[in-house]
């Protein structure tokens, strides 16, 4: 099973990339993906207590179950308008 | 009537208010979001922003259509820019017509108070020596 990832802003630019394609474990969360990928770059906890997520363009929580497909989005702190 | 648009060129302040304007409306209410020269005492130069641009679509619709449950509007529209912008550019321009002034007002106030907290939008600011991404708090749902 595989799914599009994609960063943005402090996300992309740690990680080099905009977006990039992840198999995923059966049943893996959200929260489970977050920690694999994003972990390693990012290793203060108080990153991820701001980190909002999204599937398939809408918000999402960390418990949310990946499937086969999904497009998801790392969401840092928005700062529109 | 909707008018969503994303744009690497000047927003066109004028457009945004002509896309909202009806017969049937007496109000037409606007806020324009323009680059500030200073931020937590640092002096500003300039700004980028970043878009997720499919999902800014569906949320800005989103945010419209919960904007016309609460309100008497009869057209909104949206553009924000994208990429570098230097000081007193506009950001974002939105605009709202109704009937009345005070439902428009309103529901302008509100429109940018909820694309602040969920706008899949990010900036960062020029400094003279350095640059940082704004942290704001957000509140997606």
Same mark, same amino acid.
């Given at each position: 099973?595989?799914?599009k990832?994609?960063?943005?802003?402090? =996300?992309?630019?740690?990680?080099?990339?905009?977006?990039?394609?992840?198999? =995923?474990?059966?049943?893996?969360?959200?929260?489970q993906?977050?920690?694999?990928?994003?972990?390693?770059?990012?290793?203060?906890?108080?990153?991820?207590?701001?980190?909002?997520?999204?599937?398939?363009?809408?918000?999402?929580?960390?418990?949310? =179950?990946?499937?086969?497909?999904?497009?998801?989005?790392?969401?840092?702190?928005?700062?529109?308008? | 009537?909707?008018?969503?648009? &994303?744009? +690497?060129?000047n &927003?066109?302040?004028?457009?945004?208010?002509?896309?909202?304007?009806h017969?049937d409306?007496?109000?037409?209410?606007?806020?324009?979001? @323009? &680059?500030?020269?200073?931020? @937590?005492? +640092?002096?500003?130069?300039?700004?980028?922003?970043?878009?997720?641009?499919k999902?800014?679509?569906?949320?800005?619709?989103? *945010?419209? /259509?919960?904007?016309?449950?609460?309100?008497?509007?009869?057209?909104?529209?949206?553009?924000?820019?994208?990429g570098?912008? @230097?000081? !007193?550019?506009?950001?974002i321009?939105?605009?709202?017509?109704?009937? /009345?002034?005070?439902? !428009?007002m309103?529901?302008?106030? #509100?429109? *940018?108070?909820?694309?602040?907290?969920?706008?899949?939008? #990010?900036k960062?600011?020029?400094?003279?020596?350095?640059?940082?991404?704004?942290?704001?708090?957000?509140?997606?749902?």
């Amino acid at each position: 099973m595989k799914v599009k990832l994609l960063f943005f802003a402090m =996300i992309r630019e740690k990680i080099g990339k905009d977006e990039v394609d992840m198999e =995923i474990f059966p049943g893996e969360t959200l929260e489970q993906l977050t920690q694999r990928v994003l972990a390693p770059a990012f290793p203060h906890a108080r990153f991820f207590k701001s980190l909002l997520y999204a599937v398939n363009e809408e918000y999402a929580g960390p418990q949310t =179950i990946l499937r086969d497909g999904d497009e998801v989005a790392f969401i840092p702190p928005v700062a529109g308008g | 009537m909707l008018l969503i648009k &994303i744009t +690497k060129e000047n &927003i066109n302040r004028e457009e945004v208010r002509r896309a909202v304007a009806h017969p049937d409306c007496g109000a037409i209410a606007t806020f324009e979001g @323009d &680059i500030r020269n200073h931020n @937590d005492g +640092k002096e500003v130069l300039g700004l980028e922003y970043e878009v997720y641009e499919k999902m800014f679509q569906a949320e800005v619709k989103k *945010i419209f /259509h919960e904007l016309a449950q609460r309100w008497e509007v009869k057209a909104c529209a949206l553009v924000q820019r994208v990429g570098r912008l @230097d000081v !007193g550019e506009a950001g974002i321009v939105i605009a709202v017509s109704s009937p /009345h002034r005070h439902s !428009g007002m309103a529901a302008c106030a #509100w429109a *940018i108070e909820e694309f602040k907290k969920r706008a899949p939008v #990010w900036k960062k600011e020029y400094y003279l020596t350095d640059a940082q991404w704004v942290l704001c708090n957000h509140g997606g749902k």
